[in-house]
Each structure stands twice: as structure tokens, then as C-alpha cells.
């Protein structure tokens, strides 16, 4: 294996571990110049949930492996990771933002057919408040999914890229938007009972260390609803929340799109 193999692989194991999931490891296949990462789809896998994990957008993925619509995947089935012509990279790194939409995905060895209050404390411990930047303009109406103080603040650098909110065991955990489940499921080791909501074409949330959920895949959801209930993330002392959004596919500050909180 020469040293730009060596590299690439390193690379994707690096970004492997920081999800910490069951699924199976891409294989790379080509000449050295060349290769094409895949991954076997898994019973219980959607197409949202594997592009989920290996940072990726959904639409890109569909649009690599000529699917006619993210419905139609399927266990065994293999996918490419990486668009044609790149040079041997996978995962967000190379993933393009462009590309049309989809339909929300089912399990694929099942196909298809066919609003909150906002917390009362914005204060990371020990950190003050860092300015709040302006999000790109959306039309979605966002709100808070739960209520509670933000204990970890976004941090694009490592591990899940979201915020962690403090709460009680049990909380109601509600939708940030109106939308579609797209997954509903514990198969993303690391997260818990995890529900992942599309939005739009560009949008997804994601909410993670769930006691319980109570919404399933193909669901239309509506802004504040309860889709699950507070539970504790891996080796937590306390309940809370892991809460992700994405945009086109890149993990993105939830801070900067939900409505400021008012100290009480």
C-alpha cells in the first residue's frame, strides 16, 4: 500500500471512530490513482442514517450510485462513498453540496411504498456566552426541543458535532421544525435511541440519548410535537439531550437557527 493509500485509510478510520457506530467499514477498491469507497448496506440501515455517519449529504449519495429515489436501497446492497474522479477520499471531506432532492428513505430490508419552549439558560459551564452569529436566512420556523441549560457548546473540531442540553429524566424531547422522520432506531452507536427529522431538501435534526422514542420512520411531525423522552448519554452523570442539525449535509451550530433564550 503506498503512502497516499495509507493516508486516505488513516483518514477514514480517524473519521470512523469519532462516530463510534456498528456499521461496517468501507471498502476501497482501484489502482492507486484511483479508488471508490463502499459500504454493504446493513438490515435496519436508511440512507439518511448512512450518510448521517459518514458526514455526508443524502442527495449526494443518491446522485453517486444512480438511485432513482433514496427509497430503494437495500441489505446487501453496496454503495459508493465518494463521488467519480476522486482521488482516493471519502466521507465529508469530498462530498459535493449540490444535487436534487428525495423522498424520505424506509429500512431498507423493508422498502418503501408508495413546538417547544425555549431553555432558560444559553451558558456552557464554566464558558461565557460566545456572540450569536447570524444564521443563513431559512424558512423554517425553528424552536428549541427541549428546555434546559446548554452544558456543550458546538465544536466543529472533533467527536458528535451538535450541543448537549441538560435536563430531567423523562423530559419530553420535542421536534425543532415541522418535518419527516427519517430514522428512528439505536443502530448509531454512540447516540442512544436516536430520531433523525428532515425538514427540507438542505435541513435535518438530529436527537439523540432518547429513554424512549416515540415517533417511527415516515411520520410527518409537526414543530414542538413530543417525538421522545430524555434519557443519558454514554457515561453522563445526568439526563440530557445530544441535538444535532445539519445543513446540505454539514453539521452546523443549532445556536445560530434556534431563537434566543430569555434569562429568567
Known sequence: MNGLIRLAWVALVAVSLAGCTTFSWPSFTGDGSSRVYHYEVRPGDTLYAISWRHGLDYRDVARWNNLESPDR??????????????????????????????????RSDRPATGSTTAGRDSRSTGTPSPV???????????????????????????????????GREGDAIRAAAAGSVVYSGSALRGYGNLVIIKHDSRYLTAYGYNR?????????????????????????????????????????????????KTNQ
Open 132 to 166: 450569536r452569529q447570524q444564521a443563513p436566512a431559512s424558512d423554517i420556523d425553528w424552536d428549541w426541543p427541549v428546555s434546559g441549560q446548554v452544558v456543550k457548546s458546538f465544536n466543529r473540531g472533533g467527536g458528535k458535532q451538535g450541543i448537549e442540553i441538560r
Open 73 to 106: 436501497i437495500y441489505a446487501g446492497q453496496r454503495l459508493r462513498l465518494n463521488p467519480p474522479g476522486a482521488g482516493g477520499r471519502s466521507g465529508g471531506a469530498v462530498a459535493s453540496r449540490s444535487g436534487g432532492g428525495g423522498t424520505p428513505p424506509s
Open 212 to 260: 424512549r422514542l416515540q415517533v417511527g420512520e415516515g411520520e410527518q411531525v409537526r414543530r414542538g410535537q413530543v417525538i421522545a423522552e430524555m434519557g443519558h448519554g454514554p457515561g453522563a452523570d445526568h439526563p440530557g439531550l445530544h441535538f444535532e442539525l445539519r445543513r446540505d449535509g454539514e453539521p452546523v451550530d443549532p445556536t445560530r437557527y434556534l431563537p434566543e
